[in-house]
Every structure is written in structure tokens, then in C-alpha cells.
């Protein structure tokens, strides 16, 4: 399990999670494949703006749960949705 934030706030991660062609978006962590979420809009929904920004949820924290694909297909997954 991973989480980041991108440069450019919530567009940039809307973004990101839309060209991925590999990882799932989806709130669920239970599965074989690599998911991808915006905890905000997700496992951290019910909470307030400030209570999220005082837990340290930006509206733009992407997490990522890796799954069983191929590293490298994962590499170049991620690698061409950041570049696009």
C-alpha cells in the first residue's frame, strides 16, 4: 500500500486515476488487482474538510493498493498516465 500526492491538486490526481489502464479505481482493498483511490472521496468521505486536512487527507492523496500484475507492466502504466 501507497499513497502520494501530485503536483496540480485534484485535477491532476482525477487525471491520473482516469488514463491508468491497470489499477482499478475503487474503495475496496480486497481484491487480486492493483486499486487506485482518492481516500477524500472515499474511506475518508464522512469526515469533514478539516477534519480530513488534520489527518493529513488532501483532496488530491492518491492511494494505491498493488495487486498481483507484473511490475513492470504496473511501471508503464503509471509512467504513461503521469506523462499524459
Do not use: K, N, Y
Request: charged fraction near 25%; glycine fraction near 10%.
Amino acid at each position: 500500500m501507497l499513497s502520494f500526492e501530485l503536483e496540480g491538486g485534484v485535477e491532476a490526481a482525477c487525471r491520473l486515476i482516469e488514463r491508468l489502464e491497470l489499477a482499478v479505481h475503487g474503495p475496496s482493498l480486497g481484491g487480486p488487482e492493483t486499486l487506485i483511490s482518492r481516500p477524500a472521496t472515499s474511506s475518508h468521505s464522512g469526515m469533514s474538510a478539516e477534519e480530513r486536512a488534520r489527518a493529513g487527507v488532501s483532496e488530491s492523496l492518491v492511494r494505491v493498493s498493488v495487486g498481483l500484475e507484473a511490475c513492470d507492466d504496473l511501471i508503464e502504466d503509471f509512467a504513461q498516465a503521469l506523462e499524459a
